[in-house]
């Protein structure tokens, strides 16, 4: 069979593949690569591409932004429900830097995700290679894992939420990574400033329902203990307090910043330790898939992300912050996109108050 080779855009792998291949896995990283692109199903409020780019740059985004599906449209039958049984248990609770990482593509249906699958495996990568986190203590959730309990259920992510924080002692390096569809929905206990929930979307979520904000602080963040750190880095749709944390950072261009206080009667903070979310939009914005960075779909907020930390060492929040905000800018100008309507600000959410110019990230 006739061979082509191709590069991992992730770990810089080259790899020989077959010619006719649509993807392809990294041997290395695991990251999983799309050779020829898939057929495009895009909301209908998005721009159509700019016939005067590249085909190597699609118009941005070139994926659905990563919100949920219409619900009269999304059929649950349509996934693989049913993954192999194999009697497979959580991994046992250990090590003093432990993450989770979620990605769903809710696969066959008009509006999946390309992107998120790769958002994870590029995470994961990133995580174990050059954080140090041992592989063993990164739980990962997709649709293309054969151990049930590592099929992104709503079940299943309650209990890897809860598999993140138990045990949790001083010193612990916690991160929950979320790359999927998230939606907003009326605030029924009076706890949201704006009158909305934010929530995720499990692949069974037309018959289980969504996860909120609430519960996800309830189970994440509240446990915390004093010495323990929680970032949450999460790519969806309204998801600027996605884990519900007391305190949001505004900043602007020039770097000037200012925490808005987001309490209000509900007590929403930590048992003492300190938890940290990097968001992929405010919570009345849209964040999409792209290809606009290296021509294979990935999480705008992900890929940025990843990029700045292994570019820059001994980073503040705030260095961290301007520069995603700065590189998918960046994307949507060079894809000609940047309307009101098309913008997407990484936020920074906190349990704490902090400057956010000299605190350094630490993962």
């Given at each position: 069979?006739?061979?082509?080779?191709?590069?991992?855009?992730?770990?810089?792998?080259?790899?020989?593949?077959?010619?006719?291949?649509?993807?392809?896995?990294?041997?290395?990283?695991?990251?999983?690569?799309?050779?020829?692109?898939?057929?495009?199903?895009?909301?209908?409020?998005?721009?159509?591409?700019?016939?005067?780019?590249?085909?190597?740059?699609?118009?941005?985004?070139?994926?659905?932004?990563?919100?949920?599906?219409?619900?009269?449209?999304?059929?649950?039958?349509?996934?693989?429900?049913?993954?192999?049984?194999?009697?497979?248990?959580?991994?046992?609770?250990?090590?003093r830097k432990r993450a989770v990482l979620c990605g769903i593509t809710y696969r066959g249906h008009p509006k999946s995700l390309e992107g998120s699958i790769?958002?994870?495996?590029?995470?994961?990568?990133?995580?174990?290679?050059?954080?140090?986190?041992?592989?063993?203590?990164?739980?990962?959730?997709?649709?293309?894992?054969?151990?049930?309990?590592?099929?992104?259920?709503?079940?299943?992510?309650?209990?890897?939420?809860?598999?993140?924080?138990?045990?949790?002692?001083?010193?612990?390096?916690?991160?929950?990574?979320?790359?999927?569809?998230?939606?907003?929905?009326?605030?029924?206990?009076?706890?949201?400033?704006?009158?909305?929930?934010?929530?995720?979307?499990?692949?069974?979520?037309?018959?289980?329902?969504?996860?909120?904000?609430?519960?996800?602080?309830?189970?994440?963040?509240?446990?915390?203990?004093?010495?323990?750190?929680?970032?949450?880095?999460?790519?969806?749709?309204?998801?600027?307090?996605?884990?519900?944390?007391?305190?949001?950072?505004?900043?602007?261009?020039?770097g000037y910043f200012m925490w808005e206080d987001h309490r209000i009667s509900t007590y929403k903070g930590t048992r003492g330790g300190i938890a940290i979310?990097?968001?992929?939009?405010?919570?009345?914005?849209?964040?999409?898939?792209?290809?606009?960075?290296?021509?294979?779909?990935?999480?705008?907020?992900?890929?940025?992300?990843?990029?700045?930390?292994?570019?820059?060492?001994?980073?503040?929040?705030?260095?961290?912050?301007?520069?995603?905000?700065?590189?998918?800018?960046?994307?949507?100008?060079?894809?000609?996109?940047?309307?009101?309507?098309?913008?997407?600000?990484?936020?920074?959410?906190?349990?704490?108050?902090?400057?956010?110019?000299?605190?350094?990230?630490?993962?």
């Amino acid at each position: 069979m006739d061979n082509r080779r191709c590069k991992c855009q992730w770990c810089g792998m080259k790899m020989s593949v077959p010619i006719g291949a649509q993807t392809v896995s990294c041997p290395r990283c695991q990251s999983v690569i799309q050779l020829q692109p898939a057929r495009n199903y895009g909301f209908a409020n998005f721009p159509p591409a700019n016939n005067n780019m590249s085909s190597r740059f699609p118009a941005y985004p070139a994926r659905p932004g990563r919100m949920s599906p219409h619900a009269s449209n999304f059929q649950p039958q349509q996934f693989n429900m049913s993954p192999q049984m194999n009697n497979m248990l959580p991994p046992a609770v250990h090590g003093r830097k432990r993450a989770v990482l979620c990605g769903i593509t809710y696969r066959g249906h008009p509006k999946s995700l390309e992107g998120s699958i790769n958002d994870v495996l590029s995470m994961r990568y990133f995580l174990v290679e050059k954080l140090g986190f041992p592989n063993a203590s990164v739980l990962v959730l997709t649709e293309d894992e054969r151990d049930p309990y590592k099929y992104p259920t709503k079940t299943n992510i309650r209990s890897a939420l809860r598999w993140l924080v138990h045990g949790c002692q001083p010193g612990d390096s916690l991160v929950f990574h979320y790359s999927g569809h998230g939606t907003r929905v009326r605030d029924h206990d009076g706890d949201e400033i704006d009158g909305h929930d934010e929530s995720l979307c499990p692949v069974d979520y037309e018959t289980e329902g969504r996860i909120l904000d609430d519960e996800i602080n309830d189970t994440i963040v509240r446990p915390l203990p004093r010495g323990a750190t929680l970032h949450g880095i999460i790519d969806t749709c309204f998801s600027g307090t996605f884990l519900d944390l007391p305190f949001l950072c505004r900043i602007n261009r020039d770097g000037y910043f200012m925490w808005e206080d987001h309490r209000i009667s509900t007590y929403k903070g930590t048992r003492g330790g300190i938890a940290i979310s990097i968001s992929a939009c405010d919570d009345h914005q849209n964040s999409a898939d792209t290809t606009a960075f290296t021509g294979v779909p990935t999480g705008a907020l992900t890929y940025s992300f990843i990029q700045t930390l292994e570019q820059e060492t001994k980073l503040t929040y705030g260095r961290l912050l301007i520069s995603m905000q700065n590189k998918i800018h960046e994307a949507q100008m060079r894809m000609g996109l940047n309307g009101a309507n098309e913008t997407q600000e990484p936020q920074l959410s906190s349990s704490v108050q902090f400057d956010i110019h000299s605190k350094m990230v630490a993962l």
